[in-house]
């Protein structure tokens, strides 16, 4: 892939995810904002777009090294049938979520107890990711019970030559584009926890819990980019893009 001033955030990261943390160190915002390209981010936060280019170019030659573990989507992932995809998402990312935010919310209540008097800014981090934790239970559920199956229904019908019913939701466009809304909120919420969290960086006077606790809300930062980049960038686009072949 060779990188312009037309490429998106979004097209990057979909190459090979591990252009991601190149992305994220120069804070651009390749999930909910993946449509924009990387000419008109880098002007409009004053960066050095030719300097970016070559990072993100090295990596996606193979000559980067510096690879972060955390970078777990498979980068031939955006060529899966969209069926895979939707199992992938629901399976890595819904049952990380799910496995996380009690545990998070439980550390969260002990940091407050512990150091919310000199801390107040934990205590607006707890409600926030306590929002965070009822919204995405939500939005999940839409999409295990209503989206991915009618999306799986589809690549189905595309693999064999028939064809679909229509969905009772009109067209798919219709629950992705409440998806990406609620994605665009997530997004929002997360960059705020980041901000009050000093992007993760615990106060000196913190306990190992706080430290921890700092660090699994940073882990799950970072799934859920990679969760919304999924759905925004690969999934969703190539779904609208299927269904009126296969939608009778």
């Known amino acids: 892939m060779q990188i312009n001033k037309q490429t998106t955030l979004g097209d990057i990261v979909a190459e090979s995810y591990q ?6 160190k120069y804070q651009l915002d390749f999930c909910c904002h993946g449509s924009r390209s990387l000419a008109e981010v880098c002007q409009a936060a004053n960066l050095d777009m030719e300097k970016i280019t070559t990072e993100l170019q ?3 030659g193979g ?3 510096n690879k972060d573990e955390s970078t777990r989507v498979p980068t031939s992932l955006k060529d899966w049938p969209l069926d895979l995809m939707a199992d992938y998402v629901e399976k890595m990312h819904h049952r990380y ?6 545990v998070i919310k439980n550390y969260l209540d002990k940091i407050v107890q ?6 107040p800014e934990l205590e607006e981090i707890r409600s926030i990711f306590q929002q965070t934790a009822g919204e995405l239970a939500m939005h999940m559920k839409k999409e295990e019970l209503m989206l991915f199956p009618f999306i799986r ?3 189905i019908a595309s693999l064999s030559g028939a064809k679909a019913a229509p969905p009772p939701f009109g067209s798919i466009a219709n629950p992705v584009n409440a998806m ?3 994605h665009e909120a997530e997004g929002e919420r997360s960059a705020k926890i980041r901000s009050l969290c000093n992007d993760y960086i615990a106060p000196e006077d913190a306990c190992n819990t706080y430290r921890l606790t700092f660090q699994l809300l940073h882990d799950f930062e970072k799934d859920l980019h990679q969760h919304i980049h999924i759905e925004n960038n690969i999934l969703f686009p190539k779904a609208i ?3 009126p072949a296969v939608v009778s």
């Open 63 to 65: 000559t980067n090294s």
């Open 58 to 60: 090295h990596v996606l």
């Open 241 to 243: 893009e299927l269904e």
């Open 153 to 155: 229904k589809i690549t």
């Open 114 to 119: 512990v150091h919310g008097m000199r801390h």
């Open 97 to 102: 979520v799910t496995r996380q935010t009690p």
């Open 180 to 182: 990406l809304a609620d």
């Open 19 to 24: 252009t991601a943390v190149i992305l994220e």
